[in-house]
């Protein structure tokens, strides 16, 4: 089965057709996430840049800090990393997405 999360391409025309049924019943559409949004994709591309940063930053963190608490920058840019991995959390639970048939799954 070929992988729909990153093709714009591979929506048919069925799978349109379910998401604006869903749109027309649920009030709730507006939380959801479509795979294939360039929305999606922009927020899937920074969360691996924060990913790779993440080995890079906490390995020397490691390595080289004094141990104790961290000096403030270090602290702020940690807390900024940590808040983007929660929020990442926030949309995948709302992320539509495709089950082993190939449907696409709307509903939570």
């Given at each position: 089965m070929p992988n729909k999360v990153f093709s714009t391409f591979n929506v048919t025309e069925s799978d349109r057709e379910r998401i604006e049924k869903y749109k027309q019943?649920?009030?709730s559409?507006?939380?959801?996430?479509?795979?294939?949004?360039?929305?999606?994709k922009s927020w899937w591309g920074f969360t691996v840049f924060a990913a790779?940063?993440?080995?890079f930053f906490e390995t020397y963190q490691i390595a080289f800090s004094s141990g104790g608490l961290s000096k403030s920058g270090d602290i702020i840019l940690e807390y900024i990393l940590l808040?983007?991995?929660?929020?990442?959390?926030?949309i995948n639970f709302?992320?539509?997405?495709?089950?082993?048939?190939?449907?696409?799954i709307l509903e939570r």
């Amino acid at each position: 089965m070929p992988n729909k999360v990153f093709s714009t391409f591979n929506v048919t025309e069925s799978d349109r057709e379910r998401i604006e049924k869903y749109k027309q019943s649920h009030y709730s559409h507006l939380l959801l996430i479509l795979p294939w949004g360039w929305g999606y994709k922009s927020w899937w591309g920074f969360t691996v840049f924060a990913a790779a940063f993440t080995i890079f930053f906490e390995t020397y963190q490691i390595a080289f800090s004094s141990g104790g608490l961290s000096k403030s920058g270090d602290i702020i840019l940690e807390y900024i990393l940590l808040a983007v991995f929660s929020l990442d959390i926030l949309i995948n639970f709302n992320l539509a997405y495709y089950n082993d048939n190939g449907n696409i799954i709307l509903e939570r």
